[in-house]
């Protein structure tokens, strides 16, 4: 059982930042993957970011060069630059180990233009 609690959503203008934050109730490094999604109103959820425990990342390629996913020996975390409109939704902390998958309680991120 691994408990994911996030932080950080909120409300802000197109080509604003946000850091959103998850913290785990294990250690972050005995953790395989950590990752965040997002799912938009009307749409399903989808990959925003990964990052395994030897610190290769991967990103949706609307992200690309917006997005950077890293962790600390504490939390992970998504810091989101030049944010636009269709950024805004619902953003989730996941969490793989082993087998399992771990979700958080999700964060509504709203940007306005």
């Known amino acids: 059982q691994v408990q994911l609690v996030e932080s950080g959503g909120g409300l802000v203008q197109a080509g604003g930042s946000l850091r959103l934050s998850c913290a785990a109730s294990?250690?972050?490094?005995?953790?395989?993957?950590m990752g965040w999604y997002r799912q938009a109103p009307g749409k399903q959820r989808e990959l925003v970011a990964t990052?395994?425990?030897?610190?290769t990342t991967n990103y949706a390629d609307s992200v690309k060069g917006r997005f950077t996913i890293s962790r600390d020996n504490a939390k992970n975390y998504l810091q989101m630059n030049t944010l636009k409109a269709e950024d805004t939704g619902v953003y989730y902390c996941n969490a793989v180990l082993g087998l399992r998958r771990y979700w958080g309680q999700g964060t509504q991120v709203t940007v306005s233009s």
């Open positions: 294990r250690s972050i490094f005995s953790i395989d993957v």
């Open positions: 990052i395994t425990s030897g610190d």
